[in-house]
């Protein structure tokens, strides 16, 4: 019987702060679990690695902070990519650009907005459960692939993408590392580059929940019915090139390669920074920001680096 619950871990040293999330969280459907520091979250994720779908996190605890917690789960292959939102009433740019770094790609500011805090709340969810069902898909799938040598491949719509991406990933020694950045990044090519919808307008997608609506109408569309996605495939002596190019305008790509604390508190925007850090060895936009390169290295080339 699959368990369909989601399950929140909340994590802060004081008790009114806990009370106010429980509150927020009331009218969801959310079963939210509680620990006061990070030392008592540590046993219970331990104890229960596959049962939470997110955890929010306090940066600041006795004990063992919200910084020393994220270390150990993204040390922890069982745990390692459950999202994970740093709560923190700190807003310098080092101290979120080092909470990302370390794999907090969600943040919250305190005091907390119930709005937004339902909406990052539903996108890490989103993304966690969007990432086991792509690893799900990827488990499924023979070992064939992993004699390919080269392909070129043509899609336009998400479905297609994300079929593509789990084909690739299969294709590659660690498939389940690599299937969510392969995704991110053909579905960045299709909604921000084929299809036009700006970053400031998936702010309000997502916010309104219009987001695949809005891609599917302008798939219907005859402005963008001949705009493809092209994934070239090439398997070298030492590692796997894959470049992804759209057919849109580009974009200016420097601010997204990296992780960006001016935009930690967005309810998106994370794909192509955690596909660099988390996902593939290399990643490299070009041009006017229509066409990305990344590489995976293979085992021999890990070997000889």
């Known amino acids: 019987m699959i368990d369909n619950t989601t399950n929140l871990l909340v994590v802060d040293d004081q008790a009114t702060i806990r009370h106010i999330l429980r509150k927020f969280l009331a009218d969801t459907e959310y ?10 979250a540590w046993e219970i994720l331990d104890g229960r690695p596959d049962h939470f779908d997110v955890v929010l996190l306090d ?35 080092q101290e979120i650009l080092e909470g990302m770094q370390a794999g907090a790609f969600f943040y919250l500011k305190k005091p907390f907005d119930k709005a937004m805090l339902l909406s990052v709340v539903e996108t890490a969810i989103e993304q966690h459960t969007w990432t086991k069902n792509l690893q799900r898909e990827v488990l499924q799938t023979a070992q064939t692939l992993q ?33 969510v950045g392969f995704s991110e990044l053909i579905i960045n090519a299709i909604e921000h580059g084929n299809l036009g919808i700006t970053y400031e307008e998936k702010t309000r997608l997502n916010q309104d929940g219009e987001w695949l609506r809005e ?3 302008r798939l219907q569309s005859e402005e963008y019915a001949d705009k493809r ?3 070239d495939f090439e398997r070298g002596p030492l590692s796997i090139r894959i470049r992804i190019a759209d057919e849109g305008a ?14 930690a508190f967005d309810n998106h925007g994370r794909g192509i920074a955690m596909s660099k850090l988390l996902y593939f060895d290399s990643l490299e936009y070009h041009g006017k920001g229509n066409e990305v390169t990344v590489e995976v290295f293979l085992s021999d080339a890990m070997a000889v680096v």
């Open 31 to 40: 079963l939210v679990t509680e620990a006061e520091n990070g030392a008592i």
């Open 59 to 93: 940066r600041t605890m006795p004990v063992m902070d919200g910084m020393e917690l994220l270390a150990k789960m993204k040390a922890d292959p069982r745990l390692d990519r459950v999202p994970v939102i740093l709560q923190t009433a700190l807003t310098a740019q």
């Open 147 to 179: 004699m390919l040598e080269s392909g070129r491949f043509s899609l336009r719509d998400l479905e297609a993408g994300r079929n593509l991406a789990a084909m690739l990933a299969n294709a590659c020694p660690d498939p389940e590392r690599v299937v």
């Open 215 to 217: 891609v599917e109408r």
């Open 229 to 231: 996605v092209v994934v």
């Open 250 to 263: 580009g974009f200016d790509w420097h601010g997204y390669v990296d992780p960006d604390p001016e935009r």
